[in-house]
């Protein structure tokens, strides 16, 4: 029940990430992406480790804990999806952050947020 709960959020938060995307709401869409791969990650984590999930949003820091294998270019995907987090939450970031955030920048990462996101799901 817990792992369907963490999937169907995800699942509606990439429904988000997506009308935030197509309507140019960039820094909100990648912060929405962040949850998506956050709560796929937390569903993978229960039904690998049987219990609740750390309740931490670091994406490698909720993989290290499930002792999930993963290659450099996997680690570094998920630092950076784990800054969008960050950069998106709080004030002082913000304004810094909206500056990266065009529209090829936020193309290139919600394409890698899906990609990973399908990878996640065939792991569940």
């Not at 995800?10 to 309507?23: G, N, V």
């Not at 993989?63 to 939450?89: C, T, Y």
Request: hydrophobic share 40%; net charge neutral; glycine share 2%.
């Amino acid at each position: 029940r817990i792992i369907k709960h963490w999937i169907e959020s995800s699942d509606k938060d990439f429904k988000t990430m997506i009308d935030l995307y197509h309507t140019q709401n960039y820094n909100w869409a990648l912060f929405m992406g962040h949850l998506v791969i956050e709560k796929l990650l937390k569903a993978l984590f229960v039904k690998e480790k049987g219990e609740f999930p750390p309740m931490i949003h670091d994406l490698r820091r909720i993989g290290e804990k499930m002792n999930m294998e993963m290659n450099v270019s996997q680690v570094i995907l998920l630092d950076s999806i784990s800054r969008f987090n960050i950069n998106a939450r709080y004030d002082d970031y913000k304004q810094s952050f909206y500056q990266p955030c065009t529209e090829d920048f936020t193309t290139e990462w919600v394409e890698k947020i899906k990609d990973f996101r399908l990878w996640i799901k065939t792991k569940l």
